[in-house]
T-cell receptor
Framework: AQTVTQSQPEMSVQEAETVTLSCTYDTSESDYYLFWYKQPPSRQMILVIRQEAYKQQNATENRFSVNFQKAAKSFSLKISDSQLGDAAMYFCAYKTGTASKLTFGTGTRLQVTL | EPEVTQTPSHQVTQMGQEVILRCVPISNHLYFYWYRQILGQKVEFLVSFYNNEISEKSEIFDDQFSVERPDGSNFTLKIRSTKLEDSAMYFC???????????????FGPGTRLTVL
């Protein structure tokens, strides 16, 4: 069974600084997709960024980028120029190419301080 | 920007009662999902739905649960006889596809908080 592990329950970053959230996953599949979702206090789940496993190039969406290390099964999220609005729970998620379900990690709570 | 909507935002019910949670997926999306999140825990997959039938379900999705697309816009989750442990946030999601490129992104609604007393 596929598992997703987020080893950092909480992280803190100062406004305007850069922070990296870690995620590792376990799979025997070759075709899969990885995602980061943000959950602010409103509990809405917001898709931040996605990565196809067959792509070597790391995905980037504005201030958000990933470091995808396929051999190490690692998928970290880097947030640059952190803003107060980035404070939220961040969930890493995995999906195989054939299945429809997302498997989520346990989340990392990010605090942004002045 | 199109978004997934869910009603109600909060539902309180007595144990043993039936509840129906409603969702309106993004209009050009073909795949629909329900997930739940017990307070303080991770998000768990319940079921996916495509072409008017269930395409995948988890072990959580037992006979007490059912899904339906009663018309061209709504997607519902019914819990027949609620239990205390059904208390959770229930998220509906939709996607254009499941296999290639940007179409695989699942977009979530704001959730329905279900409280079973």
């Amino acid at each position: 069974a596929q598992t997703v592990t987020q080893s950092q329950p909480e992280m803190s970053v100062q406004e305007a600084e850069t922070v990296t959230l870690s995620c590792t996953y376990d799979t025997s599949e070759s075709d899969y997709y990885l995602f980061w979702y943000k959950q602010p206090p409103s509990r809405q789940m917001i898709l931040v960024i996605r990565q196809e496993a067959y792509k070597q190039q790391n995905a980037t969406e504005n201030r958000f980028s990933v470091n995808f290390q396929k051999a190490a099964k690692s998928f970290s999220l880097k947030i640059s120029d952190s803003q107060l609005g980035d404070a939220a729970m961040y969930f890493c998620a995995y999906k195989t190419g054939t299945a429809s379900k997302l498997t989520f990690g346990t989340g990392t709570r990010l605090q942004v301080t002045l | 920007e199109p978004e997934v909507t869910q009603t109600p935002s909060h539902q309180v019910t007595q144990m043993g009662q039936e509840v129906i949670l409603r969702c309106v997926p993004i209009s050009n999306h073909l795949y629909f999902y329900w997930y739940r999140q017990i307070l303080g825990q991770k998000v768990e997959f319940l079921v996916s739905f495509y072409n008017n039938e269930i395409s995948e379900k988890s072990e959580i999705f037992d006979d007490q649960f059912s899904v339906e697309r009663p018309d061209g816009s709504n997607f519902t989750l019914k819990i027949r006889s609620t239990k205390l442990e059904d208390s959770a946030m229930y998220f509906c999601a939709s996607s254009e596809g499941t296999g290639t490129g940007r179409a695989i992104g699942q977009f979530f609604g704001p959730g329905t908080r279900l409280t079973v007393l």
